[in-house]
């Protein structure tokens, strides 16, 4: 499974959230972390897109893990960020009641 992490700001806080990241905890064992992947847009600013992928069963502590790493960037000007697990088909049917 992943967990996708979708993080914005506005190009005038990106210094503030350069420092931040290097100082935010290390991705632990459990957790593969793709990316950071950059871009941008005249909406929402400086958009950040990362994966992680992880077990299954390390999903409550990664949603944990994810939280308190996010929450290294709160006071920065108009950060914002969402985080969402996302499964595998297979995984998905299961959860509908459906056998794959």
Do not use: D, W
């Not at 847009?41 to 999903?59: M, P, Q």
């Amino acid at each position: 499974m992943i967990i996708i992490a979708n993080v914005s700001f506005p190009p005038e806080s990106s210094k503030e959230i350069a420092k931040r990241f290097l100082e935010a905890p290390q991705i632990p064992e459990y957790l593969t972390r793709r990316g950071p992947y950059v871009s941008s847009n005249r909406s929402n600013g400086v958009c950040i897109l990362t994966l992680y992928e992880l077990e299954n069963s390390k999903l409550a502590e990664g949603m944990e893990f994810m939280g308190n790493f996010y929450a290294t960037y709160f006071g920065v000007p108009g950060f914002m960020y969402e985080i969402k697990p996302h499964y595998e088909i297979l995984e998905g049917l299961k959860m509908i009641g459906m056998e794959g």
